[in-house]
């Protein structure tokens, strides 16, 4: 039984999940189709922390998945990038920070400062930073309206919001989910991943190169899992920093052509 079940929730049905695009391209030719043995669709599953406007890294690993869960009940560091992003700027990069102090506690527990002030000057860095980037008047003042009125309490709730508005601003259709809504990311580290992996019934997870030294792969591959590791490449300054630098200098449409490359390469001087 999947572990979302034996919490009284209904997990995706598979018609939900997206299929990837070569497979899709099969389906569509009825021809081929016949032609060929019965098709194992795999289910690949990301999941990570919501970050703070993240780097490209992070949105490749939401593309290349069919559910990608948001790690909210897990704490966060004291120098997390829940809390900041890196930026270029005119003389040399920065981290843009936001002001939610250096307490270790669960990311959904950990509470915006009530007023607009540290979003203003957020938008003053950006507009200092970034205005003669060439989309930059195309896209800034509705990203301006969108970041105001992100009036969330909590930072993974105006995380994730902001996520999500990119996501669809460069129509990436991956469905996402929040970890502490599903009630099933208990346990440790690769226990609490590999609970939510068997919760949508995936037989891959994609995960980041960083957690090769603590992903237990043994442990998945006994629940047939197989853990495979993100091929993104941050190989220019254009990936190297939040998805946001590089929206602005190549717009939503090319961020999203890097995105899908294998091998990320600046298409920017």
Not at 71 to 79: G, P, R, W, Y
Not at 182 to 196: A, Q, S, V
Not at 256 to 265: C, G, V, Y
């Amino acid at each position: 039984m999947p572990i979302g079940e034996a919490f009284g929730l209904k997990c995706p049905e598979p018609s939900q999940r997206a299929l990837p695009s070569k497979l899709s391209q099969l389906n569509s030719n009825a021809q081929v189709l016949e032609l060929l043995p019965p098709i194992q669709f795999l289910m690949i599953v990301g999941i990570h922390q919501p970050n703070f406007l993240p780097w490209a890294g992070y949105f490749y690993k939401i593309l290349n998945s069919d559910s990608f869960i948001f790690l909210d009940s897990v704490e966060s560091s004291k120098i997390s990038y829940v809390k900041r992003t890196l930026f270029k700027t005119t003389q040399n990069e920065k981290f843009l920070t936001v002001p939610v102090g250096k307490k270790s506690i669960p990311i959904n527990q950990i509470l915006l400062p009530s007023d607009n002030e540290w979003k203003i000057k957020h938008l003053n860095f950006l507009k200092d930073n970034l205005r003669d980037a060439l989309f930059f008047e195309d896209y800034y003042p509705e990203f301006e309206d969108f970041y105001i009125k992100n009036n969330e309490e909590l930072l993974s709730r105006f995380n994730i919001n902001l996520i999500k508005y990119l996501l669809s601003k460069m129509q990436i259709e991956t469905k996402t989910y929040i970890s502490s809504d599903l009630k099933c990311d208990t346990g440790d580290r690769n226990e609490r991943l590999l609970n939510i992996c068997k919760y949508f019934g995936a037989d891959t997870y994609l995960s980041g190169n960083g957690a090769k030294e603590y992903n237990n792969e043994k442990l998945f591959l006994e629940h047939n899992i197989e853990i495979v590791y993100s091929k993104f490449n941050p190989n220019n300054d254009l990936t190297k920093y939040s998805v946001l630098y590089s929206i602005f200098i190549n717009g939503y449409e090319k961020t999203k052509e890097l995105l899908m490359e294998k091998n990320i390469k600046s298409v920017s001087n």
